[in-house]
């Protein structure tokens, strides 16, 4: 019984590298230079690099409202 579930592992294991050996493949090099063009299209954007108004930062410490 092992030998068979054994061919049937196998040829799930065959079926996942053919699936796998089929993909198109991007180059290392381009997908940074890929990557490097998003980063640098979209740096305005970013609230890390410009920095947030105080007034639309959703992470600012919070006013305590008191009544005296």
Do not use: H, W, Y
Not at 9 to 33: D, F, Y
Not at 36 to 45: D, V
Request: glycine share 4%.
């Amino acid at each position: 019984m092992s030998g068979s579930s054994n061919i049937v592992a196998m040829k799930k294991i065959v079926q996942q590298l053919r699936l796998e050996a089929g993909l198109n493949r991007v180059k290392v090099s381009q997908a940074a230079a890929d990557l490097q063009q998003f980063c640098l299209q979209n740096a305005q954007q970013d609230p890390l690099l410009t920095g947030m108004s105080s007034s639309n930062n959703p992470f600012r410490p919070q006013k305590v409202c008191s009544f005296l």
